[in-house]
């Protein structure tokens, strides 16, 4: 049974960066796609990006100039940078593992990140 | 981007109803489409994948159909614990797009 944990901060301020991390627990970290999803206050999901089995990054367009996605193997980890948070960026952020068509089988708890002054 | 385009936006049904979401596309993208539940304060939980595959340990009166630009969910003999919402998400092509979210809720 595959969990992933997650964890980061979750109040910054304008212009700060996000840095968040998911571990991978039970599971085989090669051959998936891990991505990360964030979801505002009562509103919908967003893709922000994912990294592949070859570690390849690929973002979203309204994020990519502000978005990293790494991967750490050797801890069975990977994580998400987003620079210059404004309010806007307030959301729960969700870490997955994309499976079969890249479908997110495995999630995260989701982590609030609230960006205020 | 590919635009996915759920309706209803909001749904009310009884225990024992059947209900179907319905997910659009702006392009085809083949069978490429997944379903989600989400119930509040939770992540979202995989479904249906690849349009039609039922996600293991998904209860069976869920399904899944459609290809190219069309595609329904389906819930039989609604339980009270399936009173959530649902989101449809295109894996056709980056970005990943979502449809907006359906309530489906207790009459």
């Known amino acids: 049974q595959v969990q992933l944990q997650q964890w980061g901060a979750g109040l910054l301020k304008p212009s700060e960066t996000l840095s968040l991390t998911c571990a991978v627990y039970?599971?085989?970290?090669?051959?998936?796609?891990w991505s990360w999803i964030r979801q505002p206050p009562g509103k919908g999901l967003e893709w922000i990006g994912e990294?592949?089995?070859?570690?390849?990054?690929d973002y979203n367009p309204s994020l990519k100039s502000r978005v990293t996605i790494s991967v750490d193997t050797s801890k069975n980890q990977f994580s998400l940078k987003l620079s210059a948070m404004t309010a806007a960026d307030t959301a729960v952020y969700f870490c997955?593992?994309?499976?079969?068509?890249?479908?997110?089988?495995?999630w995260g708890q989701g982590t609030l990140v609230t960006v205020s002054s | 981007d590919i635009q996915m385009t759920q309706s209803p936006s909001s749904l009310s049904a009884s225990v024992g109803d059947r209900v179907t979401i319905t997910c659009r596309a702006s392009q085809s993208i083949s069978k490429y489409l997944n379903w989600y539940q989400q119930k509040p304060g939770r992540a979202p939980k995989l479904l249906i994948y690849?349009?039609?595959s039922l996600q293991s340990g998904v209860p069976s009166r869920f399904s899944g159909s459609g290809s190219g630009t069309d595609f329904t969910l389906t819930i039989n003999s609604l339980q009270p614990e399936d009173f959530a919402t649902y989101f449809c998400q295109q894996t056709y092509s980056t970005p990943r797009t979502f449809g907006q979210g359906t309530k489906l809720d207790i009459k």
């Open positions: 997955a593992r994309g499976g079969v068509g890249a479908s997110l089988h495995d």
């Open positions: 039970g599971g085989s970290f090669s051959g998936y796609y």
């Open positions: 990294i592949n089995h070859s570690g390849i990054p």
């Open positions: 690849v349009a039609s």
